[in-house]
């Protein structure tokens, strides 16, 4: 069971989109729709951003979408703000157990 | 509003045993979902250490199954986290977390503590 490889940092300027990928294999991203997407500022616990591949929680912005192909998923930021800097880890769910993502640090310039 | 709080020993000698204890309030255990725990050494990832149902069956991370035990206590509504013969490298902060079953994700989760293991 290994981490899902994510990219180190990825960084915007104010108001554009980036996009963060989540590359598994086809026993975890692959195999299940049950990937999510987990934001983490510093200091502070993870807050679930995107569950189920593109599903947002009650309450998460509409900036933050989430899709996959293959064995890679991706979550976009749309809009970016300066409250989105903080790190994120994609996390799959697999034949009963858990893998998460190597984590990417989000900068906003 | 679901809440959960970990609490235990912040300080763990090399080769001893850490514990961790995780009480959930505003939810009772024994309604449903499975709880879990996941750590992140300083400066690095999340990594799971393993989930249980409130009827006590566990699913544990391969890499650490050999050393891990997780339990529940409905009455006290707490579960919690034995790993034994702790090195350096489980030095972290560990959270508590509950896990959905439906959407497989950790929905809820604890402030997280941070474990030292030192002599």
């Known amino acids: 069971q290994s981490a899902l490889t994510q990219p180190a940092s990825v960084s915007g300027s104010p108001g554009q989109s980036i996009t963060i990928s989540c590359t598994g294999t086809?026993?975890?991203?692959?195999?299940?729709?049950?990937v999510s997407w987990y934001q983490q500022h510093p200091g502070k616990a993870p807050k679930l951003m995107i569950y189920?591949?593109?599903n947002r929680p009650s309450g998460v912005s509409n900036r933050f979408s989430g899709s996959k192909s293959g064995n890679t998923a991706s979550l976009t930021i749309s809009g970016l703000q300066a409250e989105d800097e903080a790190d994120y880890y994609c996390s799959s769910y697999t034949s009963s157990l858990y893998v998460f993502g190597t984590g990417t640090k989000v900068t906003v310039l | 509003q679901v809440q959960l709080q970990e609490s235990g020993p912040g300080l763990v000698k090399p080769s001893e045993t850490l514990s961790l204890t995780c009480a959930v309030s505003?939810?009772?255990?024994?309604?449903?979902?499975?709880w879990g725990w996941i750590r992140q050494p300083p400066g690095k990832g999340l990594e799971w250490i393993g989930s249980i149902y409130h009827s006590g069956s566990t699913y544990y991370n391969p890499s650490l199954k050999s050393r891990v035990t997780i339990s529940v206590d409905t009455s006290k509504n707490q579960f919690s986290l034995k790993l034994s013969s702790v090195t350096a490298a489980d030095t972290a902060v560990y959270y508590c977390?509950?896990?959905?079953?439906?959407?497989?994700?950790?929905?809820?989760w604890g402030q997280g503590t941070l474990v030292t293991v030192s002599s």
């Open positions: 086809s026993s975890d991203v692959g195999g299940y729709n049950y």
């Open positions: 189920e591949v593109s």
């Open positions: 977390a509950r896990v959905a079953r439906a959407t497989r994700v950790f929905d809820y």
């Open positions: 505003g939810y009772s255990i024994s309604s449903g979902y499975y």
